[in-house]
């Protein structure tokens, strides 16, 4: 089956400008999660949704958001960017929502690198 | 803060040298326990988990880790590497604080030398 998919691959803003990324997790999985890898701050946990509503969420400012649809698929938006948000952005998807994965695994996709000039 | 530390960022080993990676969280409570591996060129995918039961978990591909509650660890170990384990290794913790959050750890780089 198709993986997780993320669009797009490569993105370049400039300071103050917006932007949004896209993610599809694979069929039939109902969690998207997301996450920031940077070199200095590693792999931070974003926020998760789970049927349309955000489940939770870890320490990020206001400006990140998301959000997800009824077909599953989830979109992060950031807002007003800074330097600081140059990142790999990295979305999962799992059937279960988190703090339920006995049975169940994340499934990661390949990342949007996102550049803030 | 809950944090997951992993000791060493860069190891080198030769094929067939035994692997032991350090992880180490800071949490007191119920915690459920990753290890994620990274191939150069390929997304990030799960090696092994640790909900509960036997503390010595077995994954994919010969890696195994072991939770010893005591000392806060989850240790990955492989007897014997291969070449094709050069990759970057994640720890990660899910704990329950303020809802479920995961917490990766810095990551290992493994080179293999062949």
């Known amino acids: 089956k198709a993986g997780v998919t993320q669009t797009p691959r490569y993105l370049i803003k400039t300071r103050g400008q917006q932007v949004t990324l896209s993610c599809s997790p694979i069929?039939?999985?109902?969690?998207v999660s997301w996450y920031q890898q940077t070199p200095g701050q590693g792999l931070q946990f974003l926020f998760e949704?789970?049927?349309?509503?955000?489940?939770n969420k870890g320490n990020f400012p206001g400006r990140f958001s998301g959000r997800q649809f009824s077909n599953s698929r989830s979109e992060m938006n950031v807002s007003t960017l800074e330097l600081g948000d140059s990142a790999l952005y990295l979305c999962?998807?799992?059937?279960?929502?988190?703090?339920?994965?006995?049975?169940?695994?994340?499934?990661f996709g390949p990342g949007t690198r996102l550049t803030v000039l | 803060a809950q944090s997951v530390s992993q000791h060493n960022h860069h190891v080198i080993l030769s094929e067939a040298a035994s692997l032991e990676l350090g992880c180490n969280y800071s949490?007191?409570?119920?915690?459920?326990l990753f290890w994620y591996v990274q191939y150069p060129g390929q997304h990030l995918q799960l090696l092994l988990k640790?909900?509960?039961?036997?503390?010595l978990v077995k994954g994919i591909k010969g890696f195994e880790a072991e939770f010893i509650k005591s000392k806060f660890s989850f240790n990955l170990r492989k007897p014997s590497v291969q070449w094709s384990d050069t990759a970057e290794y994640f720890c990660?913790?899910?704990?329950?604080?303020?809802?479920?959050?995961?917490?990766f750890g810095a990551g290992t780089r493994l080179f293999v030398k062949a």
């Open positions: 949490y007191g409570g119920t915690v459920n």
């Open positions: 999962a998807s799992s059937r279960l929502a988190g703090g339920q994965r006995e049975t169940d695994t994340q499934y």
């Open positions: 640790y909900f509960s039961g036997d503390p």
């Open positions: 069929s039939g999985h109902r969690s």
């Open positions: 990660a913790v899910i704990t329950n604080t303020g809802g479920f959050k995961t917490i």
């Open positions: 949704y789970f049927s349309e509503t955000q489940r």
